[in-house]
């Protein structure tokens, strides 16, 4: 059974600090994987969406990689701000023909200014 | 930018009652989902809906839940008869274009949070 768990748990650090979200998943074979963003009291937003042919992926300050042997992924934030202050949620989809995502624990980021 | 609506936004109810959650999808999206997640707890799969039928669901979608897609906009989660635990942030999530080995990026809507008394 897949389980997805991410470290650490909860993160705080100083504005514009580079820093380094962990996800792993205990079955390599997947589809893909997504990092969300979940802000207090709301939905998800999704950030980006890595595919498993694919190894990385980068919008703006954020970059994902995958490495679907080892059954890791990283979100990489660059230069920080207070408003990336947020939970951040690992997903993937298992190669098994289902159509769902099985998520993370989560990581609550808090940047302080 | 589209974006999946759902309401309402915060839903009380006593134990027992039925409970409707109602979301639109992105209008050209054709895969639709219910998560939930209990506060504190990972978000769960509920149900996927695919061509008017359901395509996979969890051991917690029971015979107490149904989805209906009763026009060409809306999708709906109901909750025959509600219990405490079912109490938890309900989401609805819809993705345009999915295959074996591809997904499009699943978009979420932002909740509708249920609680029961």
């Known amino acids: 059974k897949q389980e997805v768990t991410q470290i650490p748990a909860a993160l705080s650090v100083p504005e514009g600090e580079n820093l380094v979200l962990n996800c792993s998943f205990t079955?390599?074979?997947?589809?893909?994987l997504q990092w969300f963003r979940q802000d207090p009291g709301k939905g998800l937003t999704s950030l980006l969406l890595i595919q498993s042919s694919q190894r990385e992926q980068t919008s703006g300050r954020l970059n994902a990689s995958l490495d679907k042997s080892s059954g890791r992924s990283t979100l990489y934030i660059a230069a920080s701000q207070p408003g990336d202050s947020a939970t951040y949620l690992c997903a993937v989809r298992p190669a098994s023909g289902t159509y769902k995502y099985i998520f993370g624990t989560g990581t609550r980021l808090k940047v302080l200014a | 930018e589209p974006e999946v609506t759902q309401t309402p936004s915060h839903q009380v109810t006593q134990m027992g009652q039925e409970v409707i959650l109602r979301c639109v999808p992105i209008?050209?999206?054709?895969?639709f989902y219910w998560y939930r997640q209990i506060l504190g707890q990972k978000v769960e799969f509920l149900v996927s809906?695919?061509?008017?039928?359901?395509?996979?669901k969890s051991e917690i979608f029971d015979d107490q839940f149904s989805v209906e897609r009763p026009d060409g906009s809306n999708f709906t989660l109901k909750i025959r008869s509600t219990k405490l635990e079912d109490s938890a942030m309900y989401f609805c999530?819809?993705?345009?274009?999915?295959?074996?080995?591809?997904?499009?990026?699943?978009?979420f809507g932002p909740g509708t949070r249920l609680t029961v008394l």
């Open positions: 999530a819809s993705t345009q274009k999915v295959r074996r080995m591809y997904t499009d990026t699943q978009y």
């Open positions: 809906f695919y061509n008017n039928e359901i395509s996979e």
């Open positions: 209008s050209n999206h054709l895969y």
């Open positions: 079955d390599s074979a997947i589809y893909n």
